[in-house]
């Protein structure tokens, strides 16, 4: 099994600034890409930012030049700092993985978060 947990999600006012944080655990071989999706206006999450094992980013147009993915220190982690919020980015953000599991190592599956809430007031 599994598991993406996140962190970090809340209140800010627009401007400001907040920072994700999710932890991916269980029978992981290896990760190929982890990154954050939003709910967005339609029924499809739409891009926020994505980071490869090899350290490769990229943005959504929207985030480019306000957000920042990276790795976390501990293994598995990863992070989005989030500046110069702005209430368009009010949303629920998903954690995502797409990650080889010991059970099976030569499959790539795609895992999500719960999602935590971000609210930017203007």
């Known amino acids: 099994q599994v598991q993406l947990v996140e962190s970090g999600g809340g209140l800010v006012q627009a401007g400001g600034s907040l920072r994700l944080s999710c932890a991916a655990s269980?029978?992981?071989?290896?990760?190929?890409?982890m990154g954050w999706y939003r709910r967005g206006p339609g029924m499809q999450r739409e891009l926020v930012a994505t980071?490869?094992?090899?350290?490769?980013?990229n943005y959504a147009d929207s985030v480019k030049g306000r957000f920042t993915i990276s790795r976390g220190n501990a293994k598995n982690t990863v992070l989005l700092q989030m500046g110069s919020l702005k209430s368009e980015d009010t949303d629920v953000y998903y954690c995502?993985?797409?990650?080889?599991?010991?059970?099976?190592?030569?499959?790539?599956?795609?895992?999500w978060g719960q999602g935590t809430q971000v609210t930017v007031s203007s």
């Open positions: 995502y993985a797409n990650l080889h599991t010991f059970q099976a190592p030569y499959a790539a599956l795609n895992y």
């Open positions: 269980g029978s992981i071989r290896n990760i190929n890409v």
């Open positions: 980071i490869t094992g090899g350290e490769e980013t």
